[in-house]
């Protein structure tokens, strides 16, 4: 294990200054690795502005057993928000944009079923989730088809009402990152990379899929089943990263994103943004009612930041998930404590990096004695077993026709290319770059469930083959066609 800068500490409360600090966490963290299906981790610790842990456990791919490494990269997936609205906020201070100016100044096309709310809906409110504004068609092809087009994500946006109460949505960040676009002139990665990752030196930190899963030292997304591990068929790539959840990285980079947003914007006495913007991105900007409760109940949020607490602390973080992977920055800046973990599974990875912040706080400020992790393994073993019985339902799906009539592609001026394809009798779907299940509901009728559609898929025949796919999306009938 690497403990670094112990000797160095000054914190403001008492603390144990020895390689001992961390006693025990490790191996609890591999034994929950163990109870909760998680195959690889990644950890870093801040204190007082030091890297005191940094850490890998585990199997960053579960075929060839390469472990986990500090320099890991890991997809963090919704933890890239906070660098959206860092960026928009430094250059706020810049007098590049005002986030207090509509959206509309800075994206014409922006357009809402509510006509009202898309003439008022300002920057600010998208970093800090106010409009409570979300659409899952976007969603869809954003982050999973990679269909996405400026014109499909304007079309749909169009439809769209927000709720006017703070509700968290991909979509808010998808605006955000076009924003920075039209700021910069520069795709959002790009202007990420050039005003956070290159000057903060974080080497390993990317909006590239397919350059990040290209490299020796990086993560694969995993899945438990039937009792052991496989990498997840489901895989991010350059077409489905976006600025709501599009970013990797390793531990040792998530140590310097800590530091930065630890010190308000300085690090290694380089300034990002100034102490008053750093009042502004940390300040408390809307309020959430009716989340579930959670090991840190949450208040609302800054800009990209979520506020919660723990104890009588303030504590800002973010996590992120997707199929087989999670991540979760979380920091206490009053008292200098900063935590990163980083997983290569989705649900139980979210559980154990919840697991492994708060197993920090509780040894540092030296209070509680809640056993957090038993429920949460017991949860996830209880849903496990709720999602198993529907996948043995019979397959393949039965069709009136040879195979040969059904295969190809299906599409929608809106939603992109539905692809059928054959693996002998079994029938396999394909929206995009999204692969999913089929399952029979009868004679040419199947069930597909991919985040918006839900629900049974039918073929129209016409003159001895399939012509059309006739899909459940948001309740409406959507006709895929050759």
């Known amino acids: 294990m690497t403990y670094l800068g112990l000797a160095s500490l000054a914190l403001s409360f008492p ?66 928000k906070p660098f959206v609205a860092v960026a928009l906020a430094a250059l706020a201070e810049s007098d590049a944009l005002d986030l207090d100016l509509p959206v509309r100044t800075y994206l014409p096309r922006f357009e809402l079923a509510d006509p009202r709310a898309a003439r008022a809906m300002t920057v600010r409110d998208l970093l800090c989730h106010a ?5 899952g068609p976007i969603v869809l092809l954003d982050a999973y088809t990679g269909e996405i087009t400026e014109d499909r994500y304007y079309h749909f946006l169009a439809q769209a009402t927000p709720q006017g109460t703070t509700r968290y949505s991909n979509v808010h960040f998808t605006l955000a990152g076009r924003v920075l676009e039209a700021v910069t002139g520069q795709r959002w990665r790009e202007a990420l990379a050039q005003r956070i990752f ?75 943004f100034s102490e008053a913007t750093a009042a502004d991105i940390f300040s408390l900007h809307s309020e959430e009612e009716g989340r579930p409760a959670r090991l840190f109940p949450d208040r609302g949020f800054g800009l990209g930041w979520m506020v919660s607490g723990f104890r009588d602390h303030t504590v800002y973080q973010h996590g992120g998930g997707y199929v087989g992977t999670a991540a979760l920055f979380s920091f206490l800046p009053e008292l200098g404590i900063g935590v990163a973990a980083l997983a290569n599974s989705a649900e139980g990875g979210n559980a154990l990096c ?16 809640e056993d957090y992790l038993t429920p949460l393994v017991q949860r996830l073993r209880t849903r496990a077993e709720a999602v198993r019985a529907p996948t043995a339902r019979p397959l393949p799906v039965e069709l009136s026709l ?46 597909g469930e991919v985040v918006v559609f839900s629900g049974e898929f039918r073929f129209g025949i016409e003159n001895g083959r399939a012509r059309t796919i006739t899909v459940p999306i948001r309740g409406q009938e959507t006709l895929f066609a050759r």
């Open 15 to 80: 603390l144990p200054l020895s390689s001992d600090l961390f006693e025990g966490l490790p191996a609890r963290w591999e034994q929950a690795m163990a109870d909760l299906h998680v195959p690889g981790l990644a950890v870093t610790i801040v204190l007082d502005d030091e890297v005191v842990l940094l850490e890998g456990w585990g199997e960053r791919d579960v075929e060839t057993h390469r472990p986990v490494t500090p320099d890991t990269a890991f997809y963090i997936a919704s933890a890239t």
């Open 131 to 135: 409009p409570g504004l979300n659409y």
């Open 198 to 272: 290159e000057p903060a030196g974080m080497t390993a930190t990317t909006g590239f899929a397919d350059e990040m899963y290209a490299r020796e030292d990086v993560a694969f997304p995993s899945v438990w089943s039937d009792g052991r591990f496989a990498l997840a068929t489901v895989r991010k790539n350059d077409d489905t990263m976006h600025a709501a959840g599009g970013l990797g990285t390793s531990a040792r980079d998530a140590g310097r994103w800590l530091r930065l947003n630890l010190n308000r914007g300085v690090l290694d006495d380089e300034e990002f």
């Open 354 to 369: 919840t697991v492994v912040v708060r197993d920090v706080y509780e040894r540092l400020l030296g209070e509680g004695e």
């Open 402 to 447: 040879a195979p040969e009539a059904y295969a190809g592609d299906y599409v929608n001026e809106h939603y992109g290319t539905l692809h059928i394809h054959f693996e002998g009798e079994r029938m396999g779907a394909r929206l995009g770059r999204y692969a999913f299940e089929v399952l029979p509901a009868g004679v040419d009728r199947f069930e």
